[in-house]
């Protein structure tokens, strides 16, 4: 009987545990929106470099990215379609095949960092701790495609949006730390941080930040999420 009771409190915790994840996907993003974003990439002399970029998400595995600034970058972009990617350079005029553990921009953030898919489609829990103000979700990753073997999820209980991610390999190496920061009403019900930093133990000196300045909740055609419109992501832009 204890046996049975055990295994109905561990799978009532999982359920609950993976319903938060959930949460956590709708607190950061409606299922189709298109966004507005700036990276800045900081070196250890203090020298930054800034891209904008438009970006238009379906789904939980579906988002593509535009380049509008700076002018060296105006045109490029970038589709992700589950853990596959392409980059389109409008001076090659043809997609190019990337990985997620690659950054088209530089810095800290990777393209699966830059171009995050819902975190429930990618990873499942294998625990959460409750430490108050705050649930730490140990997550694992679903296959060994995904970016990151695992993650340490740190969710704000009261706005239930994470406020510090760290990131490991499968032998247990942090690879980098994002967090979360400045909660900004963006309207439409949207309340998310607007800024995500990042460092990493194997970029020492160097710091990446995403900041948003708009996010609004639209439905896009899937004609948009292919191979053979990724150059015509400007035609879709608002």
Known sequence: MKKIILFLLTTLALFGAESILEQVDKKLSPSSADSYKKLINIEPDGSKKEFLLYQIKKGKDKIVSLFLQPDSEKGRSTLRLDENMWLYLPD?????????????????????????????????????????????????????????????????????????????????????????????????????????????????????????????????????????????VHEFRK
């Open 92 to 232: 090659v005029g043809k997609p190019i095949r990337i990985t997620s553990m690659q950054s088209v921009v530089g810095g800290v953030f990777n393209n699966s960092d830059i171009m995050q898919l819902d975190f429930s489609a990618e990873y499942d829990i294998k625990s959460q701790t409750d430490e108050g103000a705050t649930i730490v979700l140990d997550l694992k990753a679903k296959n060994e495609t995904v970016a990151y073997d695992k993650l340490l999820m740190e969710v704000d209980k009261k706005t239930v949006t994470p406020t510090k991610i760290a990131c490991y390999t499968s032998t247990g190496m942090l690879i980098k730390t994002l967090y979360y920061k400045d909660m900004k009403d963006f309207g439409g019900g949207i309340v998310r941080p607007a800024v995500i930093e990042t460092d990493s133990p194997l970029y020492k000196g160097y710091k990446s930040i995403m900041v948003y300045g708009k996010i609004t909740e639209r439905n896009v055609s899937d004609e948009l999420f292919t191979i053979e419109n990724i150059g015509k």
